[in-house]
C-alpha cells in the first residue's frame, strides 16, 4: 500500500490496454451524450470527425476504468479526488483504437487542516494506438497519510 508519504513528484506509471468498440461507443453516446456524431456514421462524415466517435466523455470514464485496475494492482491509500483541472479533448476517439494511460504526480501538498490526509496533482495522458494523445487532465487526489501505530 503507497500512502502520501510514498508518492513524490516525478513518479510516473504507464498502465491500461482498452479496446474501444463500437457497441460500446454507441450504448454510451445513447445514454449519456446522444450527439448525432456519437450515433451515426452518416451524420458523423458531415462533420469535422469524418466517422463515428467517442463522446470525450466516454474517453474520460474509460481512461478512468484504466485507472482503477492499475490502482487494484499497484494499491494506494486514495480518499477519493477533488476534481480535474485543464481537461482537453485532444485528438477523436474512433472505434477500433486502443488507449493506454500515463500518469505522472506533478505536485504533492500536504493539508494543514486534516493532517490524515494530503493531496496530488496529477498529469493524465491517453494515448491511442498510434501513440497519439487523445486525452489529458490533471486529477487532483487526495491520499492518506500512513497510519500512526498504536501502543
Not at 494506494?76 to 494511460?101: F, H, I, N
Request: net charge negative; glycine share 6%.
Amino acid at each position: 500500500m503507497r500512502y502520501f508519504e510514498d508518492l513524490t513528484i516525478g513518479d510516473k506509471a504507464a498502465f491500461g490496454s482498452h479496446v474501444v468498440t463500437r457497441e460500446e461507443v454507441l450504448a454510451f453516446a445513447a445514454r449519456f451524450d446522444p450527439q448525432p456524431f456519437h450515433l451515426s456514421d452518416e451524420a458523423a462524415a458531415l462533420t469535422h470527425f469524418g466517422r463515428m466517435s467517442a463522446s470525450g466523455w466516454h474517453s474520460c470514464a474509460m481512461t478512468m476504468a484504466m485507472f482503477v485496475t492499475h490502482l487494484q494492482e499497484h494499491p494506494q491509500a486514495s480518499l477519493g479526488a477533488a476534481g480535474v483541472d485543464e481537461l482537453r479533448w485532444l485528438k477523436p476517439v474512433y472505434p477500433g483504437d486502443t488507449l493506454r494511460c500515463e500518469n505522472e504526480i506533478i505536485e504533492t501538498r500536504a493539508s494543514r487542516s486534516r493532517p490524515e490526509m494530503g493531496s496530488t496533482r496529477s498529469r493524465m495522458t491517453t494515448f491511442n494506438q498510434h501513440d497519439e494523445p487523445v486525452l489529458s487532465f490533471i486529477a487532483i487526489g487526495l491520499i492518506a497519510t500512513r497510519p500512526t501505530p498504536t501502543a
